[in-house]
């Protein structure tokens, strides 16, 4: 779904009910010779009122009611602003980035895999973590943004230390990022796994943001670890 394009269903980016009302459950009758941990991810998937409302509205990912339920509680966009996004792919958080900053707004997605085009959303297949990454999405900001999003997640090993760490350390090369190209002001938004893992972190947002708080959405799955940092206020570090 392109900038200016109305989402196809009832929703128009606000959250919606994860109640699924009445509906009747689905269940996969026939494995098909799927190992038991992939039909229980599809039967999952088949009864996610969020999967079903991000097909029902055109979003590229059930993660974009994240966003949308982030943006309700703590106002992240306003009409005209600069939004970077790491971690992108497949662009769900874009696309509503992209609603909610307009026509003047600008919106740069970074991921290291391949994302179909939205709109007038630049998109840059780069790793954040390589140093070249952060001149490349300075070469075509025009202004220093005004929010900087990461969703970024590693594969899962399963292993949940491991995983943890791996966010984490996602989640500090965002910040790197971020505060290298916000303006003063800016925002910054981060999912992290909850662990302790990320005090550091903390601590660092801490000094360079006004006010940092954190945030369980009620699209993000409860069973799941993850949540999100909303930063605001960056203060540019005096030279
Ligand atoms: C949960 S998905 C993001 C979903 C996205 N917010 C959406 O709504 O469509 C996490 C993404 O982080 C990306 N990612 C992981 N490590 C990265 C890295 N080092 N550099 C750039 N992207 C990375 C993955 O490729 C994956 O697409």
């Known amino acids: 779904m392109s900038r200016g394009e109305k989402p196809k269903g009832r929703n128009t980016g606000r959250s919606i009910s994860a109640s699924g009302g009445r509906r009747r459950k689905s269940v996969l009758v026939r494995g098909g010779g799927r190992p038991q ?17 991000a097909k029902e509205n055109g979003y590229r990912s059930r993660a974009a009611f994240k966003l949308i339920e982030l943006d309700d509680k703590f106002k992240i966009f306003a009409s005209g602003n600069t939004v970077v996004d790491l971690g992108a792919a497949p662009g769900g958080w874009s696309q509503i980035a992209s609603q909610k900053v307009g026509r003047r707004g600008n919106v740069i997605g970074v991921d290291t895999q391949f994302i179909d085009p939205i709109g007038s959303v630049t998109f840059l297949q780069l790793d954040v973590s390589d140093a070249k990454t952060i001149d490349k999405i300075m070469d075509i900001q025009k202004r220093p943004a005004d929010v900087v999003l990461s969703d970024m997640a590693a594969r899962s090993t399963g292993h949940a230390s491991t995983d943890h760490l791996r966010v984490i350390t996602l989640a500090e090369a965002a910040a790197e990022i971020a505060t ?25 947002l801490k000094s360079q943001f006004d006010r940092v708080k954190h945030a369980k959405p009620p699209s993000s799955r409860s069973g799941s670890a993850e949540e999100y940092v909303v930063a605001k206020g960056f203060r540019q570090p005096r030279h």
Do not use: C, M
């Open 180 to 204: 290298q190209i916000l303006a003063p002001g800016g925002i910054f938004v981060t999912k992290v796994f909850k662990g302790g893992t990320e005090s550091s972190l903390l601590h660092e």
């Open 37 to 53: 941990s992939s039909i229980r991810w599809l039967q999952r998937q088949l009864n996610d009122p969020y999967v079903l409302a």
